[in-house]
């Protein structure tokens, strides 16, 4: 590998050039390996195998069996820990390296899925299930902070769209085997509770998954498509770390606007798996709407990543344009699903003979219905990521953001799914999904309006400019040579 350019990356030079530091990238095979994009495939492929698989287990209803209970205790316990875990897990990040970081929150996805395979040979392993819900949300806070970095750290600018919604598909991919497997095992059960194959398979995936972050590059050997390193942050020490929660909130407060729509983007999946297609549908249904749930993910990441990453358009304007569309979109999907919903309640489909099968009448629009649902959430997330994206490149930035949206995320999933665990109605559950979407928007739209410009500055990259005992340098206090080092574009 090559330096290009005339020492801008040597401070103890007296020649500076404001030109970004750009370096010439490998060759061959080699260089598709180290290629930004390969490695965020791989990121995608570890997702595939882990939180895709467990998306696809509670995309489900009830995790697959026949009483929800569990499965929701179990999902409180595991978002309650995943809320205080992903408020620090941009620290432990910034401090193990993403690549430990991701292999350490992928074990937690084996064990959950495990101790489901175990409540299927033992019914009174349900304590289990619980304390694998509560270590999940210890490792799935590390995961999602690694991912969050690696993903909107290494595109340029104008690739942070494609990269995402590469990602969202290979994510999502995971979620679409998963439910093809249940679709197929169960696609002849009479029942309404999931086979023991489905969970084999299932734990088998989620196991290969754990390999694949000890096979990805160091972020450090990166070099992005326009020739510039990603910034590795340099701050070992954890009171550093911490700190820089600090930092990252008081330098960029406008980021608590984003807040509620963190809050609200997995709310939704109570209401979607548990009282729609749980209440709703047999298991043979189930199994398909769950199928064609996470197919539509893919096609709403990959809609939304065409217009984020349309050149021909200023990002300001593609930032309101997104929003605009998210907003008629949540009007569309839960105003017919009101209709739906105000139909029956908790207590109207108690017996598992009176739930909807795939030929009956009725069916094809509610699965429409379903597809929407999937449509939405795969462009709500991508554009939360987007924005967060478009405010900073820096990993170590990045790093703290995404264990924000994480934590924040999983706080308002753990109140939802207690919610349903202690039988709350099924309308007001409803209702207050509507209400939190719709809220989550109106919050995000000055944020988008004052912080979200065209280019992202290294003004705006605080933690970039933190030394090592945590103080933010002024800008004058940075040479011309590291500001180059550092330069986004």
Same mark, same amino acid.
């Given at each position: ?22 370096? @010439? ?16 495939? &791989? ?55 993403? =690549? ?17 395979? *175990? ?40 690739? =942070? ?44 995936? $989620? ?6 972050? $000890? ?48 809050? +609200?983007?997995?709310?939704?999946? $109570? ?16 199994? /398909? ?53 105000? @139909?029956?309640?908790? @207590?109207?489909?108690?017996? !598992?003979?009176?739930? &909807? ?14 597809? /929407?649902?999937?449509?939405?959430? +795969? ?17 170590? =930035? ?34 207050? *999904? ?21 280019? *992202? ?8 400019? &933190? ?6 340098? !002024? ?15």
């Amino acid at each position: 590998m090559t330096e290009q350019g005339k020492g801008c990356g040597d401070s103890s030079g007296d020649d500076f050039s404001d030109a970004p530091q750009v370096f @010439e990238r490998p060759t061959g095979l080699k260089g598709l390996y180290y290629h930004p994009l390969t490695q965020i495939i &791989m990121l995608g492929i570890v997702c595939f195998m882990c939180p895709g698989l467990f998306n696809a287990i509670n995309g489900l209803g009830a995790a697959g069996r026949l009483d929800p209970t569990t499965s929701s205790n179990s999902n409180t316990a595991l978002y309650s820990t995943f809320g205080v875990a992903a408020f620090f897990a941009g620290s432990i990040n910034n401090v193990l390296g993403s =690549k430990l970081t991701l292999l350490l929150g992928s074990f937690g996805y084996c064990i959950y899925i495990g101790s489901y395979l *175990t409540l299927k040979l033992h019914p009174n392993a349900s304590g289990f299930v619980i304390a694998a819900g509560t270590i999940l949300g210890a490792c799935a806070g590390m995961l999602w902070s690694a991912q969050g970095s690696l993903m909107l750290s290494y595109p340029t600018e104008k690739e =942070k769209g494609r990269y995402i919604a590469v990602f969202w598909t290979i994510f999502n991919l995971g979620s679409v085997v998963g439910a093809a497997i249940s679709f197929g095992e169960n696609f002849h059960s009479l029942s309404n509770d999931v086979n023991t194959g489905t969970y084999i398979a299932f734990l088998v995936l $989620t196991a290969i998954g754990i390999s694949v972050p $000890t096979l990805m590059v160091s972020p450090e050997k990166i070099i992005r498509t326009d020739g510039t390193k990603v910034n590795i942050p340099l701050h070992p020490s954890w009171k550093t770390q911490i700190y820089g929660l600090w930092v990252a909130l008081k330098t960029d407060p406008l980021i608590v606007l984003l807040f509620p729509m963190f809050f +609200a983007s997995n709310w939704f999946y $109570t209401w979607q798996f548990n009282m729609y297609n749980w209440a709703l549908f047999n298991i043979r249904a189930r199994s /398909l709407n769950n199928l064609v749930y996470w197919v539509s993910q893919i096609i709403g990441s990959i809609l939304i990543s065409f217009l984020l990453d349309r050149t021909s358009l200023s990002r300001r304007v593609r930032a309101f344009s997104s929003w605009a569309i998210l907003f008629a979109m949540i009007f569309v999907t839960h105003t017919w699903a009101y209709f739906y919903q105000k @139909e029956y309640t908790r @207590e109207t489909y108690a017996g !598992d003979m009176t739930k &909807m099968d795939i030929y009956d009448k009725g069916y094809i629009p509610r699965v429409c219905l379903y597809v /929407l649902f999937g449509i939405l959430d +795969a462009m709500w997330q991508t554009t939360a990521y987007w924005i967060m994206g478009a405010m900073s490149n820096d990993p170590a =930035k990045l790093a703290y953001f995404a264990g924000f949206y994480k934590s924040l995320q999983s706080a308002g999933a753990a109140g939802v799914w207690r919610a349903d665990a202690v039988q709350l109605p099924y309308m007001g559950i409803f209702i207050s *999904t509507w209400v939190l979407l719709v809220a989550g928007l109106l919050f995000a739209l000055p944020m988008i309006h004052l912080r979200v410009k065209d280019h *992202t500055d290294f003004e705006d990259e605080t933690i970039a400019r &933190m030394d090592r005992s945590g103080r933010v340098l !002024d800008m004058d206090e940075i040479s011309l040579s590291n500001r180059s080092n550092r330069h986004y574009s």
